[in-house]
């Protein structure tokens, strides 16, 4: 009877034994962990909050936190939410779950990276550029571009760009859509199938098959090559369609935002105060992902062939017309891809 | 007293299976006007939806074929054989289950250019053959000596194998069944593999893609599509599983019987032993070379791999990741003990009375995990949940949450095998402990757990070794995210592979701490598979 007794109560014991407890404020992160976990601690250690952070995982993209964040919509979890793009956000504050909130911090950041309610801030920025590999193309004349570079004939089965259904290839994919116009997006997504451009389950994977020599030249994020860099493979950076009449470079910053009904506001509060920081704009700049600050007055990344704000001509989208069409696109993005 | 488990084993299922499921059902069918099954009309007519059904069917063939020729050619030969070392080479036909099946493919992506269809089934093989080696060889135990010498005597060799053939069909059908059922739920590696353009997804990868739309959708039919489109995938395989149950009941070892006799293989002696070779190197030989080669700092270009890399990348792993760690092994153990406690009296109920227990019990594998955890996001973080979350503390924000939701997840894992035990011990030891009047308690601790103890220390040991490497679960639970495989897959992609072999290897011996320990404690030696 005793050892019933005992087993009995074992499992309520467990459930217990696991339940956590509230720390000063939630938040969501969605930029790597690697990356923003020693900043958080950072911020712990000058605010003295404890945060409960929680990170996503490459693999799950949207499915991990923005879903999270919906799912939870009905009883908040989160209070602070810092994605490592834009277009998501703007569709949560779309769907009405982002409260507005005007940091003080924000004051340096340009208008074109805020939203016009405060419902989201934007800075520290990844541009989406081309990597190359020098050995397989060691004249930099030579290098692509241009995105149109994709279609020429003479890279044929040689450059990559990840599928559009998730992440940053979605939200630039989408965003050209709107850029370029429905038949020339058209001509673009063509081209890509006709001159059997590699599709890539991710930009890690696209900059890992350059960075290898499997390929020749790719699509990918800023953070990505930066990685390449650091490990000593040889790759060079195209900022593309820098020329007069071409569409630019779709530059696409980290965002960050209060959810409605959080259950800590004034620690929220704090929290994206310190996220808007120049001095943590800084820190991801000197970090291995290399954000490109979105303010001029704050130090960019170490090396040179990153360009800063002003030494290239970034893409002009329009953030609430992309989030608007995303799921739209996906869903025609998965039937192509 | 024998109700009180099982009701609280009912509470359990209830809780952690029945309740989020039904929330995700009634939400599929609730749209804003009412009432609805048009989701249902749309995603069922979708043609890219059909398209990737059928890829992965064609999938879940072709790598089941796979894994039934490394799975049943390694217990085939390491248990009826005298293939050299067949031994030790037996037991380990369940090693290839520790490693991750992402693990696998990254590290034959690592040297080698795997890519579509063809790698994919070919890995895929090889990560679940051990299903089909486990219950292949259970299957050739089952077998009575006697029979197959009877066979052999009076029709000589070919029908005395014929007649084994037939005899051991059920649970090897069985294991390739399992193995089916985890290469079509699989979206983590096609996706990896999938990228020589435009060839083919697989059903798995369309469902996980569609949970996207949930976060960008307006649409009742966009935000429901997920679990929607889950649906034929889960009749698939609740289908497969109930004929996988039937085969395996039909099976079962008794204790009067004598073993195969030896097969003497001849000349083909040392050349058979490449298959399970080639089995065991390929689902953990290369894995865990290219993790060492990783934590070595093979990735890093123009610096030679040296051992100094690697105390950095272990030093790394446990500086960064070692509160992972620790998490990992609670929540693996903590999801173990609550699994036992579930599936004993489920077991012992399906042992005496209903099949129909063992049934229901395989229903959270058919279920994809994301269905499971957003079902249970919905049911935990309802506002009325929180009233009791005030008093008792934030269970939805814990680790005991995880513990529970893998439990649930990996409910037939302790059913079935305890269940089969159940039915192999005599039901007169029972009863004749009952004659001495002796209350259900006692005759439970004293006659039944000591009975029951091997097949609940394997037991234990898959479900631990199943916990560790969940991912799709961690995702969306909150407190999933401080485990080891969630960090490693980020890890690996932000180019951190030094310390990502690191962190793999410390998840792979911890997988194997169990069974480590039992040797260790038990003094045991290495038994046949099963």
Redesign the interface.
Known sequence: ?R??AA??L??PL?????????ADVTLYVAL????S?SLIEQFEEQSGLEV????D????????L???I???S??P?CDVFWNNELA?TV?LAQ?GLLEAYDSPSAAGIPAAFKDEDALWTGFAARARILIVNTERIPESADYPKSMWDLLDPKWKGQCAVARP??GTTLTHFTALRYVLGEAEFKRFIDGL?EN???????N??TMR?VAAG?LAFAFTDT??YH??L?????VAAVFPDQEEGAPGTMLIPNSVSIIKGAPHPEAARKLVDWVLSEQTEAALAAA??AQIPVRSTVKGPEHESILQIGQFRAMEWDPKVTAEN??KM??EF???? | ?RR??YA?ALGFCAAFVLLPLLAMLLDSVRSPSGFSLAAYGTILQDA?LRGQFLASLELGLVATLLAWLFGFGHAYLTFRTDLPGARWLGPLGILPLVVPPILVAMGFADFA?VKGFWSCALLLGLSYAPFVAVLSARGLRSIDGRLYEAGLIARGRGPAERLLARMILPEMLAGCLFAFIFVISEH?VP??L?????TWHTYAE?V??L????????LHE?LVSPTVASLPLVLLIVLALAIALRLRARSSVRGDQQPLPIRTLGRWRWPALLLPLFYLSGGVGVPVVVMARWAAGS?????PMSIDQVRESFRLAWT?AGGDLRSTLWIGM?TT??LL?VALPLARRAARRSGFVELVSVVPLAVPA?LLG?GL??VY???LA?RAYAH?????????????AYAARFLPFGVLPLASAARRLPEHLEEAAALTGR?A??R??RIYLPLMLPAIWSSACLIFILALRE?DLA??L??G?GTVV??L???V????ENMGGALALCLLLAALLLPILTLLLTGRKLRPLS
């Open positions: 009877m050892c019933a087993a009995a074992t499992l467990i459930l217990a034994a696991g339940c956590g407890r509230d790597d962990q690697t990356h976990e409960n952070a929680r990170f995982t490459e693999a799950a993209k949207t499915v991990g923005v879903s999270a919906i799912e939870e009905s009883r979890r998501q569709r769907k259904l998730t199938f059997e451009v590699v599709l890539l389950q991710s890690g994977a098959e499997k953070d990505d990685v390449a650091l490990k000593g493979h040889p291995r992902s995303l799921e996906a869903a998965a039937e192509r891809f | 007293m009180v488990p609280i890219t250019d983590g996706e990896f999938t990228v020589k353009g435009k369309g996980f893609s949970w996207t739309r949930r976060a960008t959708g307006v966009d990735t890093v270009v123009n610096q960064e903590a003990l609550i406690f994301i957003i996001v919905h973080n309802h506002p929180a008792l503390g934030d269970f939805y924000d814990s680790f005991g949450i995880v513990a529970c209350g308690a006692a439970t601790f991912l995702v969306v909150p407190a995210n969630r960090r897959s980020n890890v992609h932000f180019g951190g």
